[in-house]
């Protein structure tokens, strides 16, 4: 065993890790990066087939984030925002701002093309202030503590309530572990937490209401419901309206639930829940720490169940999911993309509004008392609005059309395996569900470990992803080449029938 991967089995306890598993092999040493490829201490290369842990958006050692953060080091690293401004957070700040509105343009002004096919809300506000925090938690975090608050003071209710999704992932801090409902995670610090209540999330593949049989196709495209999933959504804030508190705010991850399994939402389903959850006077919170910046596609429209229609104009391209549809929340949480996935950095973004509510003379002591050392760290920030700027630009926009494409059509192959139930892909987001048989769906239990097994056999392919329980989940660097699409494809497929042994 290299004498790194020694010293990291001595002293290191890793994330989400059963750490009796991973002290029986060498682990992956990753030394280098560079694009779509990760290096190891053995000089064995990868495909970095989940962008490392959902984070990276461009490729490692990007030219021009690298140069942004050299240059901000000539500056400084670091200084507080506790008591001090700086340039990269207000330059950054300001960015995030007008990128998060609805008719907020990247690139090229004008608005030439078709119009969405949902008018914008009516209701929809403007997001006018930026809070700076460290990683997708603290985001939520925030995000929690700024609502309660407001609603608090806003006389909204003295003991706000939260409605968040089934199956929802916000986070590992206390205060987002209790907006989330994975019962693997809830369960352990069961004593710690408060109370939210959930509401069922549409997973039309495993929905009791969806009575269409499988097909060989993604689940949305063939479901025979009557959006009892939207139903469930309105009777909760109806229930929750009758005892005279109603909900403060609705959390959501907008167009695919992450940590979940990658499930998505059928189109339209978001555009529904937001006009209930605001017709109920919650605020709306949406969680885009994964789905941000463009992770989800491309337009800023979705013309059927799965199908993006894309429009190759970068004026209308949009990089939040809810601003896909339509909606702009009342906040809005960015992290893990925020900046390309180099230095830890997150954003909780805000009204006016809301910001009123902690405005007062000092010794009302109104004041938002939260916050974090590194809050608004200038590497981060200088990282971030490099990112942003390639976000923009024609060629990564092309790219990620390109690459969107490439995905769809490669992940057809996998159909040809009985074990493959449902292939899911928003975007640049793809989960693909392995059960028994996918005539019965039967899925595998937790611990027959399908989805590390099958992970296990596609690093030996030289390619990396993490699975989700039984998912197998692909979140590719948007450098990634078609080519090298396919290749990621083809080693699940190749992994799949090493696996199970046959296919049929
Ligand atoms: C990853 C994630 C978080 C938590 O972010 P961390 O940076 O890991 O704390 C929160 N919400 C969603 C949707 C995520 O995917």
């Given at each position: 065993m290299h004498p790194l991967a020694q010293l990291d089995h001595k002293y290191l306890w890793h994330p989400f890790t059963q750490m009796r598993d991973w002290l029986k092999q060498e682990?992956?040493?990753?030394?280098?990066?560079?694009?779509?490829?990760?290096?190891?201490?053995?000089?064995?290369?990868?495909?970095?087939?989940?962008?490392?842990?959902?984070?990276?958006l461009h490729g490692h050692s990007h030219p021009k984030i690298n140069a942004a953060i050299r240059r901000q080091l000539k500056k400084i690293a670091h200084s507080s925002a506790l008591g001090f401004a700086n340039e990269p957070a207000s330059l950054l700040a300001e960015k995030l701002v007008k990128l998060a509105q609805v008719g907020g343009k990247m690139g090229n002004s004008g608005s030439r093309g078709k119009p969405p096919r949902f008018p914008a809300l009516t209701k929809n506000p403007q997001l006018a202030k930026?809070?700076?925090?460290?990683n997708g938690s603290t985001a939520m975090e925030a995000a929690l503590k700024i609502t309660y608050q407001f609603a608090v003071r806003t006389g909204l209710s003295k003991t706000p309530k939260f409605l968040s999704l089934d199956g929802a992932y916000h986070g590992d801090t206390v205060g987002a572990v209790s907006l989330g409902h994975v019962d693997l995670f809830h369960k352990a610090y069961h004593g710690l937490l408060f109370s939210s209540d959930k509401v069922m999330a549409p997973y039309c593949y495993r929905c009791p209401f969806n009575r269409a049989k499988p097909e060989r196709e993604d689940a949305r495209k063939y479901r025979q419901c009557r959006w009892e999933c939207v139903g469930k959504v309105e009777?909760?804030?109806?229930?929750?309206?009758?005892?005279?508190?109603?909900?403060?705010?609705?959390?959501?991850?907008?167009?695919?639930?992450?940590?979940?399994?990658?499930?998505?939402?059928?189109?339209?389903w978001l555009r529904q829940v937001a006009d209930i959850a605001r017709g109920n006077g919650a605020l709306l919170i949406a969680d885009e720490v994964m789905t941000g910046f463009?992770?989800?596609?491309?337009?800023?429209?979705?013309?059927?169940?799965?199908?993006?229609?894309?429009?190759?104009?970068?004026?209308?391209v949009r990089?939040?999911?809810?601003?896909?549809?339509?909606?702009?929340?009342?906040?809005?949480?960015?992290?893990?993309?925020?900046?390309?996935?180099?230095?830890p950095m997150a954003a909780t973004l805000t009204t006016d509004k809301?910001?009123?509510?902690?405005?007062g003379r000092y010794d009302e002591f109104k004041t938002f008392f939260h916050g974090h050392s590194f809050?608004?760290?200038?590497?981060?920030?200088?990282?971030a609005i490099a990112s942003l700027d390639i976000l923009a630009s024609k060629p990564s926009i092309q790219a990620r059309i390109r690459l969107q494409k490439a995905f769809q059509k490669s992940l057809r192959s996998l159909w040809q395996y009985s074990q493959v139930g449902d292939i899911r892909q928003v975007g640049l987001?793809?989960?693909?569900?392995?059960?028994?048989?996918?005539?019965?769906?039967?899925?595998?239990?937790?611990?027959?470990?399908?989805?590390?097994?099958?992970?296990?056999?596609?690093?030996?392919?030289?390619?990396?992803?993490?699975?989700?329980?039984?998912?197998?989940?692909?979140?590719?660097?948007?450098?990634?080449?078609?080519?090298?699409?396919?290749?990621?494809?083809?080693?699940?497929?190749?992994?799949?029938?090493?696996?199970?042994?046959?296919?049929?």
């Amino acid at each position: 065993m290299h004498p790194l991967a020694q010293l990291d089995h001595k002293y290191l306890w890793h994330p989400f890790t059963q750490m009796r598993d991973w002290l029986k092999q060498e682990p992956i040493l990753i030394t280098q990066g560079k694009g779509p490829w990760l290096k190891d201490v053995h000089g064995k290369k990868y495909l970095d087939a989940n962008s490392s842990i959902w984070v990276n958006l461009h490729g490692h050692s990007h030219p021009k984030i690298n140069a942004a953060i050299r240059r901000q080091l000539k500056k400084i690293a670091h200084s507080s925002a506790l008591g001090f401004a700086n340039e990269p957070a207000s330059l950054l700040a300001e960015k995030l701002v007008k990128l998060a509105q609805v008719g907020g343009k990247m690139g090229n002004s004008g608005s030439r093309g078709k119009p969405p096919r949902f008018p914008a809300l009516t209701k929809n506000p403007q997001l006018a202030k930026v809070f700076f925090s460290d990683n997708g938690s603290t985001a939520m975090e925030a995000a929690l503590k700024i609502t309660y608050q407001f609603a608090v003071r806003t006389g909204l209710s003295k003991t706000p309530k939260f409605l968040s999704l089934d199956g929802a992932y916000h986070g590992d801090t206390v205060g987002a572990v209790s907006l989330g409902h994975v019962d693997l995670f809830h369960k352990a610090y069961h004593g710690l937490l408060f109370s939210s209540d959930k509401v069922m999330a549409p997973y039309c593949y495993r929905c009791p209401f969806n009575r269409a049989k499988p097909e060989r196709e993604d689940a949305r495209k063939y479901r025979q419901c009557r959006w009892e999933c939207v139903g469930k959504v309105e009777q909760a804030f109806a229930r929750q309206k009758k005892t005279g508190n109603p909900y403060a705010g609705f959390i959501f991850e907008p167009l695919m639930q992450g940590a979940a399994g990658m499930i998505p939402q059928p189109s339209g389903w978001l555009r529904q829940v937001a006009d209930i959850a605001r017709g109920n006077g919650a605020l709306l919170i949406a969680d885009e720490v994964m789905t941000g910046f463009g992770r989800t596609g491309v337009t800023c429209h979705i013309t059927d169940e799965t199908e993006v229609q894309v429009i190759e104009k970068a004026d209308q391209v949009r990089l939040f999911a809810t601003a896909r549809v339509g909606v702009v929340p009342d906040v809005l949480c960015v992290a893990k993309g925020l900046t390309g996935g180099y230095v830890p950095m997150a954003a909780t973004l805000t009204t006016d509004k809301i910001f009123s509510a902690f405005l007062g003379r000092y010794d009302e002591f109104k004041t938002f008392f939260h916050g974090h050392s590194f809050t608004g760290n200038q590497i981060g920030a200088a990282a971030a609005i490099a990112s942003l700027d390639i976000l923009a630009s024609k060629p990564s926009i092309q790219a990620r059309i390109r690459l969107q494409k490439a995905f769809q059509k490669s992940l057809r192959s996998l159909w040809q395996y009985s074990q493959v139930g449902d292939i899911r892909q928003v975007g640049l987001v793809m989960g693909i569900e392995l059960v028994k048989d996918w005539r019965t769906r039967e899925p595998f239990p937790l611990s027959a470990q399908v989805g590390f097994r099958i992970c296990d056999a596609m690093a030996r392919r030289g390619v990396l992803t993490r699975p989700v329980g039984s998912v197998i989940v692909f979140i590719p660097p948007y450098c990634t080449t078609p080519a090298q699409a396919a290749k990621t494809v083809d080693a699940l497929g190749d992994s799949i029938r090493e696996i199970f042994g046959r296919k049929r």
